[in-house]
């Protein structure tokens, strides 16, 4: 072993190095609680910053959130995916208008089509396809 390293090693206090590791241990704890903390914010569309699942977002804000969730991944969605949807943008879905009446408002509307039991999928993807399905059989 160099002499320096040996020199520092006979000089350090075993109850100093325990305190060191225990400090180390605690500002671990706090990193880990605030990197909790920043796992659940999020951006909620305006640039705020909010945690998730603290929103109490109206009508047309949860509405406005559902047709961005489901044009990022076209296809089928239930009313649960739609819920774990909102709460992971921050929005909670069981304040405020229940999501399966924002997705009925939303076929209403002619913004989404109710496809079975609870599944929906955007208007303008259905429309597509139907059109898709029109050449092929002219064709």
Known sequence: MPPAIKTIIEAMDRAEIERAIQELRQQLEVCEQLLAVA?????????EMVVSGNIHASLSRKREAVLVIMRERPGRWSTSEIRDALAARGINPE???PVKNVLWNLAKAGHVNAVGNGVYELAVLARSAASDHEEAMAA
């Open 95 to 97: 304040l405020g208008t």
């Open 39 to 47: 796992s659940r914010v999020v951006a909620d569309g305006s640039g």
